[in-house]
């Protein structure tokens, strides 16, 4: 196959789900280059690196720690007890009993959690279920005096924001509409220019769907009733949909299990129209235990499945998306998200998340930055969408050098596949792992990880394969943080690749080096050429 570097490493489509963010430049640190200097560790955005939050949902009450780069947060603690706190609340008007008594027992839980790492003040929020309940105060209330948490109860539009704030913070730049159903609720928010627009809810949440009368078709009838009023609030909204909320991304388990898909992330899985239909089906003619079991769904959850689904289908029925995109990013992602500095949201998730893991784990943090500087004369005409993954790799070669040489490769791909990063689409998350595979093997075939492949084509393949060999290379060339290591420079048109390397890096390029040169070239299907500074 013949790959012309030029436009070899220049694939992109347009999307509609933040590709096109900006590559944003710290003006007071030009060295940094279009992503600028790295804020995980900036004074400004410090106190973030770790914040306990708990949402008190209709459903469940969950507690999440985040930890390490803010734009970016890895998960350190998480949590969820299913309570059903808004079971009954249609028919009675009350919190249901022992979901109220589990919640505060979990509320409990939580606080003491957060006192033995030393959290600052938990940050809770209560949604549908506390804020319709007559003795929703009360419960607030008991809550306070038993654990000395204060909840915050929000009405549903600042629910629908700080879910959309959520998607943001794992894809800035994107637009579309936003939709976050809970237990007792459904809200819909826009989103464009990073920035949240109109929001509306509605009580389309699984638990009170499951009170109204007349059956499927009643149920069914009283959905399309809801949908239209949104719908006239609104108006066309046929971009990108985002699903947040346990619920969908149940039903995105069983679309994966339906259709064989090789990567197990929920986070940016992507469904169509189509899609959900086909799954909507196959739910409804399924074996309900056989489906759960293999999707891995609880019995809880598998519960409120078909009153979802019945919602799904009405929603895309009725505003028509382009496409639908998981989102494991909502409300506990917004509360952070409320909290950081408007340029550290602007930032790139993926390249800080990149910066915080190379300064914890490689073995020479800095070097993947001067990395990038020498592999980058191989990508000059690529896209922002490709060089970000330039960037994010050269940042990430190092960082597994712990694991088991055997086994370091694989551990690199397993990585960058399943790893919290945002910001990424299941398919450059395996054009990373793809890299980094690379970085430490020649050839990729033969591990567990070749059904993956697929979601990239062959010609991706081939550019994840030579990021991954220049970047063995360049390490050979490792000696301190800003040496010089030489300079690559390839003519696509002539199909050369020229290394001119600097006497200080001469006797880095040995026999090994050399080998891993030609290694790179053969995959550029070019003529090397060595040449040596005085």
Request: proline share 4%; glycine share 8%.
């Amino acid at each position: 196959m013949t790959i012309d570097a030029d436009t070899a490493i220049s694939h992109s489509d347009r999307d509609l789900s933040g590709d096109d963010m900006d590559l944003h430049t710290d003006e007071s640190a030009p060295e940094w280059g279009v992503f600028g200097r790295p804020l995980f560790d900036d004074p400004s955005v410090r106190h973030l690196s770790r914040i306990g939050v708990v949402d008190v949902g209709s459903n469940s009450v969950r507690m999440v720690v985040f930890d390490g780069a803010a734009r970016s947060p890895a998960y350190f603690y998480n949590e969820k007890i299913m309570c059903a706190l808004g079971a009954g609340l249609s028919e009675t008007g009350r919190l249901n009993p022992n979901g109220r008594e589990r919640a505060l027992a979990a509320l409990e839980r939580f606080q003491h959690i957060a006192k033995g790492l030393d959290l600052p003040p938990l940050h809770v929020v209560a949604t549908a279920a506390v804020r319709d309940a007559e003795d929703g105060a009360a419960f607030c209330a008991e809550v306070l005096e038993q654990t000395g948490l204060h909840i915050q109860v929000i009405d549903g539009e600042e629910e629908a924001r700080l879910s959309a704030q959520g998607v943001l913070l794992g894809w800035p730049g994107a637009y579309g509409l936003i939709c976050d159903i809970g237990g007792s609720s459904m809200e819909l928010a826009e989103i464009s220019n990073n920035s949240v627009g109109r929001r509306v809810t509605s009580s389309l949440g699984p638990l009170k769907l499951r009170d109204v009368k007349g059956g499927r078709k009643g149920r069914q009838v009283h959905i399309k009733d809801v949908m239209e009023g949104l719908r006239d609030q609104l108006g066309p909204q046929q971009d990108r949909l985002f699903l947040v909320g346990g619920s969908w991304r149940a039903i995105a388990r069983i679309d994966m299990l339906r259709r064989g898909y090789p990567l197990k992330v929920l986070h940016e899985y992507r469904m169509s129209a189509s899609d959900v239909r086909e799954t909507a089906k196959f739910i409804e003619n399924g074996d309900s235990n056989k489906i759960r079991s293999a999707a891995g769904v609880s019995s809880s959850r598998m519960a409120l499945v078909p009153f979802a689904s019945d919602v799904l289908l009405r929603l895309l029925t009725t505003f028509k998306p382009k496409d639908i995109a998981i989102s494991s990013y909502g409300i506990r992602e917004g509360l952070l998200y409320e909290q950081m500095p408007l340029r550290l949201r602007k930032r790139d998730p993926l390249i800080e998340s990149a910066y915080f893991a190379e300064s914890k784990d490689a073995r020479l943090p800095g070097f993947g930055k001067q990395l990038f500087d020498f592999v980058m004369p191989l990508f000059k005409s690529a896209p922002k969408s490709r060089i970000r993954l330039v960037k994010a790799a050269c940042l990430l070669h190092d960082v597994s050098w712990r694991a088991h040489p055997d086994y370091r490769a694989e551990v690199c791909f397993d990585n960058a596949t399943r790893a919290n990063l945002g910001g990424l689409k299941h398919s450059e998350r395996v054009f990373l792992g793809l890299a980094l595979q690379h970085r430490y093997r020649n050839k990729r075939e033969g591990n567990r990880f070749e059904p993956l492949y697929e979601l990239l084509d062959e010609k991706e393949q081939k550019q994840a394969e030579i990021l991954g060999k220049a970047m063995r290379f360049g390490a050979m060339l490792w000696m301190q943080k800003d040496a010089e290591l030489g300079k690559l420079k390839w003519y696509p048109k002539k199909k050369q690749l020229e290394l001119l390397l600097p006497k200080s890096s001469r006797a880095l390029y040995g026999e090994v080096g050399e080998a891993r040169l030609k290694s790179l070239a053969q995959s550029l299907e070019a003529e090397l050429v060595v040449k040596r500074r005085s």
